[in-house]
T-cell receptor, first 113, second 115 residues
Framework: KNQVEQSPQSLIILEGKNCTLQCNYTVSPFSNLRWYKQDTGRGPVSLTIMTFSENTKSNGRYTATLDADTKQSSLHITASQLSDSASYICVVSSTDSWGKFQFGAGTQVVVTP | NAGVTQTPKFQVLKTGQSMTLQCAQDMNHEYMSWYRQDPGMGLRLIHYSVGAGITDQGEVPNGYNVSRSTTEDFPLRLLSAAPSQTSVYFC??????????????FGPGTRLTVL
């Protein structure tokens, strides 16, 4: 069973609207959580990284939150743009498994005009 | 800086053929890794390296070999391709740091089809 589950699998939003993506994980002991953006046909690009003590982190219109107690994270996209159309991947690493990361399957976001 | 480069971008093989996927980085990163990405699944780690001469297995190493003779290059070898190895392959690199805090930089990927 995947230790990182993302929801929804996909979503379609209108340009200018906001959306929130969810990530639940069971990885333990927890080290850090990252959100990546992957455009079609390209490699993932890092958006944010959060450690145990960080609750929220922003990168432009992207804001990630982390609740290490409930093992949940969210990525909020504000005022979506057509260029936000991509897959968003949640990645969690453990202090027990240095160099090894658990990847979620991603949420495919499509922004329509 | 070219970042992480991968060649080829596309490849079609017949079952049983061998080939090498190339990966190079010019950021002097100690850590390099190979992943495969399949539809509906997260990226899965194949092999990784923490420096020249040091490699280790990831989650799905069977059917793949790696070596790291220089800091810059980390090739992935398929000795006898199988249809189950049809996938998109990504190479990634980062600085070596305790607790994996450092950002990983990914290459553009190689799309491999095995017939």
């Amino acid at each position: 069973k995947n230790q990182v589950e993302q929801s929804p699998q996909s979503l379609i939003i209108l340009e200018g609207k906001n959306c929130t993506l969810q990530c639940n994980y069971t990885v333990s002991p927890f080290s850090n959580l990252r959100w990546y953006k992957q455009d079609t046909g390209r490699g993932p690009v890092s958006l944010t990284i959060m450690t145990f003590s960080e609750n929220t982190k922003s990168n432009g219109r992207y804001t990630a939150t982390l609740d290490a107690d409930t093992k949940q994270s969210s990525l909020h996209i504000t005022a979506s743009q057509l260029s936000d159309s991509a897959s968003y991947i949640c990645v969690v690493s453990s202090t027990d498994s240095w160099g090894k990361f658990q990847f979620g399957a991603g949420t495919q976001v499509v922004v329509t005009p | 800086n070219a970042g992480v480069t991968q060649t080829p971008k596309f490849q079609v093989l017949k079952t049983g053929q061998s080939m090498t996927l190339q990966c190079a980085q010019d950021m002097n990163h100690e850590y390099m890794s190979w992943y495969r990405q399949d539809p509906g699944m997260g990226l899965r780690l194949i092999h990784y390296s923490v420096g020249a001469g040091i490699t280790d297995q990831g989650e799905v190493p069977n059917g793949y070999n790696v070596s790291r003779s220089t800091t810059e290059d980390f090739p992935l070898r398929l000795l006898s391709a199988a249809p189950s190895q049809t996938s998109v392959y990504f190479c990634a690199s980062s600085y070596l740091a305790e607790r994996s805090y450092n950002e990983q930089f990914f290459g553009p990927g190689t799309r491999l089809t095995v017939l």
